[in-house]
């Protein structure tokens, strides 16, 4: 994050686990408690950027996910479930903003009908939340993410990585999407392959998932014989980035890699690439991860198009082509709302919230037993024929990752992210 350093993250998430204070805002907050014997009516909640750019995409996933509950009677086993939906942005920043995950974070243990988090969408969040859920005295405290990509949370990565996260040694944090490893490796093969890419300048948000991402396509553009030109992090408050192009153009790169989001100043950043440098389909092309998809503001942008764009899943006209569980879900979410979810994360918020439910059956209505089922035992296994996803979820006990291994190429075409290529990646 700019000007934080992650010692400071880290910090915020254990200093915040110790002011166990203020009720959290959101909605639907059900009733009863963590110790002595379980209750029958259970809270699960959201946590998401709902104000902003990802404002869109945030609000599909809360209103697919209680689509999904309304679907299946609001029900896990025996268990009750209401949904709470937090918001981890700020309407100064325009997007997540660490002092409000790190208040999330102490809402979440201090409401003790909450078992269970679904969430974050911004890995950086996660890196203050999770330590904070960790040290809870009833839990751990079980978060499942649909969208932390940064390898870093389940895995050896950046100094300290993961064990940091986790202060009691015992993981409670999953993910049903793969890393930025793979992301990157699935993208400097299509950059080298299908876009016979030679140099390549890489540039990153200076925030956690940014940083990752470009670190993680930078190393396999390298192994994919791509000549990286310039690394360099922008500044969301710029005004335009003319100058930062002019360099790129001296270095003589014929594609720019975006690693980040689109909320900081991304626009900017698109508009001035293509005043600079050209049109994405001309010499020098642009290409972006999952940080940039599911942005109706950026679609809209002339100069988005042919724009290049990894998702580190399937996307939604795939899920909803091949039909099924999730099929399904999006066709009764476009009757009710009349369009479709923004972007195709909701649908995985959805597979998120279907490891959580399963993990709840299967426990005894405690934090500490919904996370024993995910990160213990045989782990959680959502069979192809209930995922919405279209094929197995399961978790890795050891690890909180998934085995699916899923990565989208999309272009940007008639303001539309389109299907460009599935990429194998292992």
Known sequence: MPGRSLTRIVALGAIAALSLTACANGSNEGTGSTGGDAPTDLVISTDLPLQGASASTSQSTNQLIQLYLDSIGGKAGKYNIKLKTYDDSTAAKGSWDDAACAKNGTDHVANTSEVAVMGTFNSGCAKIEVPTLNNDSTGPMLMVSHANTNPGLTKAWDTGEPDKYYPTGTRNFARVITTDDYQGQGAATFAANDLKVKKAYVLNDNQTYGIGVAKAFATAAKANNIEIVGEQSWDAKQPNYTALYQAVKASGADMVYLGGIYDNNGGQLIKDKVAVLGGNDGAVKLMAPDGFTG????????????????????????????????????????????????????????????????????????????????????????????????????????????????????????????????????
């Open 295 to 426: 942005y109706p503001d950026l679609l809209a942008l002339s100069q988005s198009a042919g724009m290049y764009l990894t998702f580190a899943g399937l996307t939604q006209d795939q899920l909803l082509k091949a039909g099924g569980a999730g099929g399904k879900l999006l066709a009764d979410y476009q009757t009710k709302y009349g369009k479709a979810p923004d972007g195709s994360y909701p649908l995985y918020g959805v597979a998120a919230t279907q490891v959580i439910l399963d993990a709840i059956s299967k426990s005894d209505g405690t934090r500490k037993s919904v996370t024993d089922q995910v990160l213990g035992g045989a782990g959680i296994t959502i069979p192809a024929d209930q995922s919405v996803l279209g094929k197995e979820i399961k978790i890795d006990p050891t690890t909180g990752d998934t085995s699916a291994k899923d990565l989208t190429i999309e272009v940007v075409k008639d303001k539309k992210e389109t299907f460009e290529k599935s990429q194998s990646i292992s």
